[in-house]
């Protein structure tokens, strides 16, 4: 079965700070990760997704992730924080039809001037 | 290129009223998916469509919910009768079947049943 659990449900950093969303998932195969940001009033948008090429990936907005498979986590990071940046975020992992989606229950960040 | 596309953005409606949520996919993308996003429950997946078939819909909380996909570029979400625990914001997403292809939101319908 395949499961996320992302470990803050809120986030509080300083703009200009370094920014780290954590995010492990469970998965009996290899999975496809998605980070989705969600803007208040808004659907989500996809941030970058892993499918099994290159282990770190670059996604919009400065954003990042790392997928490590030894620790079953696919952690979102960003340099520096923008004002811009507060909003929901939700890790993702797909199904083994590659048609159904797992989300986790979302972290909210919240950048500090 | 044009997005999901979700109408209306907002209703607000009375309890027993019939609640209609429309959606039009990105072209070419053959999956669609209706969730729920609540501040209790969180975003819940109601139904998801491949190529126009209801794939899975375990997800509709009970039968007063319906789905249907007509055609390749139209879904409905209809609530009758409506009830107050059915506010919430549904949203429609769309994707292309398998490879892991991400799915891409509409903005979302804020339902509000007084």
């Known amino acids: 079965a395949q499961s996320v659990t992302q470990l803050d449900s809120h986030v509080s950093v300083s703009e200009g700070t370094p920014v780290l969303l954590r995010c492990n998932y469970s998965s009996s195969y290899s999975p496809s990760l998605f980070w989705y940001v969600q803007h208040p009033n808004k659907g989500l948008q996809l941030l970058l997704k892993y499918t099994s090429a290159a282990t770190l990936v670059k996604g919009i907005n400065g954003f990042e992730a790392e997928f490590k498979k030894s620790e079953t986590s696919f952690h979102l990071t960003k340099p520096s924080a923008h004002m811009s940046d507060a909003a929901e975020y939700f890790c993702v992992v797909s199904g083994n039809t590659g048609n159904q989606f797992y989300f986790g229950t979302g972290t909210s960040l919240t950048v500090i001037p | 290129d044009a997005g999901v596309i979700q109408s209306p953005r907002h209703e607000v409606t009375e309890m027993g009223q019939e609640v209609t949520l429309r959606c039009k996919p990105i072209?070419?993308?053959?999956?669609l998916f209706w969730y729920r996003q609540t501040m209790m429950r969180g975003l819940e997946l109601l139904i998801y469509?491949?190529?126009?078939?209801?794939?899975?819909d375990s997800g509709m909380p009970e039968d007063r919910f319906s789905a249907k996909m007509p055609n390749a570029s139209f879904s409905t979400l209809k609530i009758q009768p409506s009830e107050p625990r059915d506010s919430a914001v549904y949203f429609c997403?769309?994707?292309?079947?398998?490879?892991?292809?991400?799915?891409?939101f509409g903005d979302g319908t804020r339902l509000s049943i007084l």
């Open positions: 997403a769309s994707g292309r079947l398998g490879d892991n292809q991400p799915q891409h």
């Open positions: 072209s070419g993308h053959n999956s």
């Open positions: 469509f491949n190529n126009n078939v209801p794939i899975d």
